[in-house]
């Protein structure tokens, strides 16, 4: 009989496999825009904050170091799809966000993001869902101490 590690263990690795799918899909979607899953990634981790956010705000928030976050919203920027403004409660920890073509394009990813979710969801009941959704969460605070 397996031990409950040996299950973990067996946990972490689909969700690496996973998250590998998971960014091919996103790849793929953000490829009429010239993005990838990692620029698609800094674009809502922006957008769907509740907050302004610096760019080690945004590396926490997607699990990543703040020099991974730096070199993907530098180049971002260059592209013109986010921009630096002032952050009065530091000198050289600039916010980042979107610019209208930023938004734009993560307005029109969204949608196409729900369909692909929609359509993906057909094959789990809402119990499994549920589940998953919570244990999946339950192990982020775990490790986000």
């Known amino acids: 009989m397996e031990t409950n590690g040996e299950i973990f263990t067996k946990i972490v690795l689909e969700t690496f496999k996973v998250s590998g799918l998971f960014n091919n899909e996103g790849d793929r979607m953000s ?8 620029r698609w990634k800094i674009l809502g981790a922006i ?3 509740d907050e302004l956010l610096t760019v080690p705000e ?12 730096q070199r993907i919203v530098d180049v ?5 799809l ?16 979107l610019t209208k073509e930023g ?3 993560y307005d029109l990813l969204d949608d196409k993001q729900a369909l692909w979710a929609a359509k993906a969801a057909k094959e ?13 969460s339950k192990i982020a605070r775990y490790f986000d101490k």
């Open 31 to 38: 490829e009429e825009f010239n993005l990838s899953s990692a």
């Open 47 to 49: 957008e769907k904050s």
């Open 58 to 69: 945004i590396g926490r928030a997607m699990g990543q170091s703040r020099q991974a976050s």
């Open 76 to 80: 971002m920027s260059k592209d013109g």
């Open 82 to 97: 986010v921009e630096f403004i002032e952050n009065p409660s530091h000198k050289r920890a600039k916010h980042v966000v």
């Open 103 to 105: 938004k734009r394009i």
């Open 124 to 136: 789990l009941s809402r119990e499994e869902l549920d589940i998953t959704l919570n244990t999946i």
